[in-house]
């Protein structure tokens, strides 16, 4: 398979990479040297690489700064996968998008299953939703995977490498527990893709790492298995942080699809933070 990777060296791109070459295919990995939201770059140089898969993992995460000016966020998280749509629509070529949990409100009370209907509270989530929409309508051999809370070797921040710095910068914390998920390993998720990618299984799926926990817990996990247990961390609420988007207070992915196809589902979350903590304290550069 000729694959071409968008966003390769970000967390999940890199990872990606890694996965897809492991296992022979031939992969194309582009970033910011092929900017996605340049739709004529993007139709000189996609078309002529005759790839089987474009795998598209390029977003402006900054949720919050989105809902204060929308549109360099739409830019990047709607019109740039749009320009590869068209590109793929034009050459043939299959295409995977990643979503994430804040397609939906979070106040379902339990976890969201590919059948729930979306329901996004900002930007953010809206123009991921409608990426999703614009892909399914146009190509029919479409993947979407919806996920959430990543952590992985490879790009500038997460939630983990946050944890740790803050901890050791400030020597204190304070962490919502209004904020529940799944945190999910990149490693992990792009095993998953692979595989149903290579099975020819279009179509959505919710895929995390299993487990569940808040924020606060999250960091508690962090502080413990990096020894710094003694290091306080304050339980808040997000309202006390006036932040602009409105996070889905609870919003675990069910990963039903993935158990319908009979997909192996992804380990729980604690083993790979256990290993990436390590990684991180001994060779990762906090
Ligand atoms: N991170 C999470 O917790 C999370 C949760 C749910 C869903 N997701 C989704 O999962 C996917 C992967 O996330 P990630 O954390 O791996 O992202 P990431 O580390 O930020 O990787 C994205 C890569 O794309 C690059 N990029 C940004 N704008 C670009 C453009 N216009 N053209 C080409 N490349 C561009 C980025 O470069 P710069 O770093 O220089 O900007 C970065 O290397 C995204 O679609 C994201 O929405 C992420």
Redesign the pocket.
């Given at each position: 398979m000729r694959v071409i990777i968008?966003?390769?060296?970000?967390?999940?791109?890199?990872?990606l990479v890694k996965v897809f070459r492991s296992r022979g295919e031939e992969v194309f990995g582009?970033?910011?040297?092929?900017?996605?939201?340049?739709y004529d770059l993007v139709m000189e140089k996609i078309p002529p690489l005759r790839a089987d898969l474009l795998v598209?993992?390029?977003?402006?995460?900054d949720a919050d700064r989105a809902e204060l000016d929308p549109e360099p966020s739409l830019?990047?998280?709607f019109t740039?996968n749009q320009n590869l749509v068209l590109a793929c629509l034009g050459c043939g070529c299959a295409m995977a998008?990643?979503?994430?949990?804040?397609v939906f409100d979070g106040r379902k009370g339990s976890a969201y299953n590919e059948f729930d209907p979306p329901n996004p509270q900002g930007v953010?989530g809206r123009a991921?939703l409608a990426s999703e929409r614009y892909l399914a309508s146009l190509l029919p051999r479409h993947f979407i995977?919806?996920?959430?809370?990543?952590?992985?070797k490879?790009?500038?921040?997460?939630?983990v490498k946050s944890i740790l710095r803050n901890a050791r910068e400030k020597g204190g914390l304070r962490v919502v527990t209004d904020e529940v998920g799944t945190p999910?390993c990149?490693a992990d998720?792009a095993d998953t893709v692979y595989r149903v990618c290579s099975s020819g299984k279009y179509g959505l799926y919710h895929a995390t790492n299993q487990g569940v926990c808040s924020r606060y817990d999250f960091a508690r996990e962090i502080l413990e298995i990096a020894g710094w247990k003694d290091i306080p961390v304050e339980p808040i609420r997000y309202a006390e942080l006036n932040l602009p988007y409105p996070r889905p207070p609870y919003s675990p992915l069910d990963n039903m699809n993935l158990r319908l196809q009979g997909f192996p589902l992804a380990r729980h979350y604690r083993e790979p933070l256990e290993e990436y903590v390590a990684w991180l304290l001994e060779e990762g550069g906090l």
């Open positions: 968008c966003g390769a060296e970000g967390q999940l791109g890199s990872d582009y970033d910011l040297d092929l900017d996605i939201t340049d598209n993992t390029v977003a402006d995460i830019k990047v998280n740039g998008f990643i979503s994430s949990d804040y953010y991921k995977f919806r996920t959430q809370w990543l952590f992985g490879a790009g500038k921040r997460n939630f999910t990149t998720l």
